[in-house]
Antibody, heavy 116, light 107 residues
Framework: EVQLVESGGGLVQPGRSLRLSCAAS????????MHWVRQSPGKGLEWVSG????????GYADSVKGRFTISRDNAKNSLFLQMNSLTAEDMALYYC?????????WGQGTTVTVSS | DIQMTQSPSTLSAYVGDRVTITCRAS??????LAWYQQKPGKAPKILIY???NLESGVPARFSGSGSGTEFTLTISSLQPDDFATYYC?????????FGQGTKVEIK
């Protein structure tokens, strides 16, 4: 079964850091680009970052550029998102998703809460 | 960045109605557009890719059309399972961008 499982979310104080992980299974992880997409409570979907299969191409939303870093470990079938200088605006459910173009497989998400 | 604008934001319809949602891009994205369905508490699900291609397993009552800057998602006969929020998303360039969503409600 093709599956993505996010982890690493939690409660963090403003200005602190958090690292999200996404474990992939059921497909050849290294063949696909991957993305992080977030959704604040009651709001729409916001694409956060994407990375090509070989990490050569990386993109970020303007809202996180310079604070968030996406990376992957194809040997461990894992995707990561390092989030620094977190603010209340970063509080959301974070999904990882598979897709060279559109996103055809999604995880169930991990929740990030930013509060003092 | 490419801005994606959906209309309407909310749509009330009866079971059996034909429903159309529009998505406009701030610049041409060719056919590089996807449509997703999201139900409360669930992850989004891909419905349509490359503007008009139906994802495997998606009912044929869903269809997509358009190119360039204007796109539509049509549900030919709305079913109870279709009440959800729908998003368009461009994948022509980075950063990828989503529309703000269209919530389809029961009338």
């Amino acid at each position: 079964e093709v599956q993505l499982v996010e982890s690493g979310g939690g409660l963090v104080q403003p200005g602190r850091s958090l690292r999200l992980s996404c474990a992939a299974s059921g497909f050849t992880f290294g063949d696909y680009a991957m993305h992080w997409v977030r959704q604040s409570p009651g709001k729409g979907l916001e694409w956060v970052s994407g990375i090509s299969w070989n990490s050569d191409t990386i993109g970020y939303a303007d809202s996180v550029k310079g604070r968030f870093t996406i990376s992957r470990d194809n040997a461990k079938n894992s995707l990561f998102l390092q989030m620094n200088s977190l603010t209340a605006e970063d509080m959301a459910l974070y999904y990882c998703a598979r897709g060279d173009y559109y996103m055809d497989v999604w995880g169930q998400g991990t929740t990030v809460t930013v509060s003092s | 960045d490419i801005q994606m604008t959906q209309s309407p934001s909310t749509l009330s319809a009866y079971v059996g109605d034909r429903v159309t949602i529009t998505c406009r891009a701030s610049q041409s994205i060719s056919w590089w557009l996807a449509w997703y369905q999201q139900k409360p508490g669930k992850a989004p699900k891909i419905l349509i890719y490359k503007a008009s291609n139906l994802e495997s397993g998606v009912p044929a009552r869903f269809s997509g059309s358009g190119s360039g800057t204007e796109f539509t998602l049509t549900i030919s006969s709305l079913q109870p399972d279709d009440f959800a929020t729908y998003y368009c998303q461009q994948y022509n360039t980075y950063p990828r961008t989503f529309g703000q969503g269209t919530k389809v409600e029961i009338k």
